[in-house]
């Protein structure tokens, strides 16, 4: 059972506007929030993370929301560059004794149209 | 480099053969996880080690599937008689394995191909 999806498995954004991926997840449990960009033929690379504590947190052009009570989690990307032209997935995760398993989204791919 | 790093980034084999797949994680890492990821999906936990041990192995499809970690920094995911559906990239991730400082890195995958 898919705990975090992806529900958009593509967008096109034009360069410049702002750029909204959005993700939704089942377990009220899950505590810790990333997305991570994945250019093809390399391993995902971290991106931007929020803890259940916060509902948003920014770092430069990257923004990640968090709705606790709809179990929902967006990112913004504005304003958008042709280099953001990417796979992005979101990941979830309950922090337990044993690790941290994090559940990742199918994805969603991004294009940026310059 | 200072990141994660997986040996060999592709491998082909054929069915029914062993293979080894390497994992090199970022210094100082604790905490070390392998994922499959298959064409279309987005990675799927298999292990997780802290140090030594395997932490939490519920991932690993079948007995088939194996992984080591001597001596708590290098990690093996070994596979016997491999099948077709084994095909897809097997990531390994690393971390500080300390609470609130959980993001992991990941290497750039061994892609293992099946025939």
């Known amino acids: 059972d898919q705990q975090v999806k992806q529900n958009s498995p593509s967008l096109s954004v034009q360069e410049g506007r702002i750029s909204i991926l959005n993700c939704d997840y089942t377990n009220s449990m899950f505590d810790y929030f990333l997305w991570y960009k994945k250019y093809p033929a390399e391993g995902p690379t971290f991106l931007i993370s929020i803890s259940s504590i916060k509902d948003k947190n920014e770092d430069g052009r990257f923004t990640v929301f968090l709705n606790k009570s709809a179990k929902h989690l967006s990112l913004h990307i504005v304003p958008s560059q042709p280099g953001d032209s990417a796979v992005y997935f979101c990941a979830a995760s309950r922090f337990k004794n044993t690790g941290n398993q994090f559940y990742f989204g199918t994805g969603t791919s991004l294009t940026v149209i310059p | ?115």
């Open chain 2, 1 to 115: 480099g200072a990141g994660v790093s997986q040996t060999p980034s592709n491998k082909v084999t054929e069915k029914g053969k062993y293979v080894e797949l390497r994992c090199d994680p970022i210094s100082g890492h604790t905490a070390l996880y392998w994922y499959r990821q298959s064409l279309g999906q987005g990675p799927e936990f298999l292990i997780y080690f802290q140090g030594t041990g395997a932490a939490d192995d519920s991932g690993l499809p079948n007995d088939r599937f194996f992984a080591v970690r001597p001596e708590g920094s290098v990690s093996t995911l070994k596979i016997q008689r491999t099948e077709r559906g084994d095909s897809a990239v097997y990531l390994c991730a690393s971390s500080l394995g300390v609470r609130d400082q959980e993001t992991q890195y990941f290497g750039p995958g061994t892609r293992l191909l099946v025939l």
